[in-house]
């Protein structure tokens, strides 16, 4: 009797542990049954880079304990181009899952990390899942599509032998693939003023493909080449606008292609230079609210 009165309480503590507290059950199975909690392999695609820069780093170690550890992973995983990845938070750093929770619902910080990373892996929404035992796991769904990928790729191809020559300086490359990208894009006005989506227009497709862009598709665009180049650069976004920023012989310049392509009331297609290769002094000092960014976050665009 006294066995099988041992062994109802027994399972009436496992059943309890099960409805009322996960973590319980967690170090059950955890401490007698040897769980070992062990994140995901990263495994780099082709178009992941090894840049770090002062807001964000490449990390290989995939156990936080604070939350730039945390931005730094994410920040790794996005550039990877893996499209699922999972990591644990420590015993000892108590605050993870918050940390955790307040970097995957800020949108607006996913999309400055976004910025860093190749175009190719970045992603068009990011989902992550976590639990009470410090499990998270990260979903990312890339922006573009193997099909678009491989029609940018033989554009680009073309017009790396086609406008660009040997003996060209960076900044004689930069110009040579900014005014090719302005003198074949129209700007999408009618995406932009009235939300009619009639092309791939935010994106590089939309700009080398099918020639009309907003400030995403030039931005993306001109990315593609510079990554290609290995010309050390990151996109810049403020609330409503995206520009490139490059390291050119050493010092970082903004380079924004949309506002190098004007909308005019005639009709007239327009090359313009007002924001080809300027410093952040120069940039600030015009009067255009479209350019006011986080310097916390585009540290090397501080003024």
């Given at each position: 009797?006294?066995?099988i ?18 973590e ?6 955890e ?5 070992q909690?062990?994140s995901?392999?990263?495994e780099?695609?082709e ?16 156990t936080?304990?604070?939350k ?5 992973i994410?920040y ?11 990591f ?7 605050e ?23 175009v ?6 990011i ?18 599509t193997?099909e678009?990928?491989?029609?940018i ?12 020559t ?20 129209k700007?999408?006005?009618?995406r ?10 935010d ?20 990315k ?17 606008h995206i520009w490139?920023?490059v390291?050119?012989d050493?010092?970082?310049?903004h ?5 190098d ?5 005639t009709?007239?297609d327009?090359?313009e230079y007002?924001?080809f ?13 479209q350019?006011i960014?986080?310097q ?8």
């Amino acid at each position: 009797m006294k066995k099988i009165i041992t062994l109802v309480l027994l399972v009436a503590i496992f059943l309890g542990c099960v409805v009322y507290n996960e973590e319980i059950i967690g170090f059950i199975v955890e401490k007698f049954f040897q769980t070992q909690k062990t994140s995901t392999v990263l495994e780099n695609n082709e178009y992941a880079s090894n840049r770090d820069y002062q807001f964000v780093q490449i990390t290989d170690d995939f156990t936080p304990h604070n939350k730039q550890d945390i931005l730094n992973i994410y920040y790794t995983v996005i550039n990877s181009g893996m499209t699922n990845f999972v990591f644990y938070c420590p015993k000892d750093y108590t605050e993870c899952i918050n940390d955790v929770n307040y970097v995957s619902n800020n949108q607006s910080l996913l999309s400055n990390i976004n910025n860093f990373v190749q175009v190719y892996n970045s992603f068009s929404h990011i989902e992550t899942e976590f639990d009470n035992l410090g499990r998270v796991e990260v979903t990312i769904h890339h922006t573009y599509t193997d099909e678009q990928i491989q029609a940018i790729d033989e554009v680009v191809d073309s017009l790396m032998t086609s406008i660009l020559t040997d003996g060209m300086s960076e900044e004689e490359q930069i110009k040579a693939i900014h005014d090719y990208i302005i003198n074949h894009t129209k700007y999408d006005k009618e995406r932009s003023d009235n939300k009619i989506k009639k092309y791939h227009s935010d994106i590089a497709y939309g700009a080398l493909i099918e020639h009309y862009a907003i400030c995403g598709g030039y931005a993306d665009s001109m990315k593609i080449f510079l990554d290609r180049l290995g010309i050390e650069n990151f996109k810049i976004a403020s609330e409503n606008h995206i520009w490139n920023f490059v390291k050119v012989d050493g010092t970082w310049y903004h380079l924004d292609l949309t506002w190098d392509d004007p909308v005019t009331d005639t009709g007239e297609d327009i090359l313009e230079y007002d924001y080809f290769l300027i410093t952040t002094e120069e940039l600030l000092t015009r009067e255009n609210d479209q350019h006011i960014y986080d310097q916390n976050v585009y540290i090397e665009a501080a003024a």
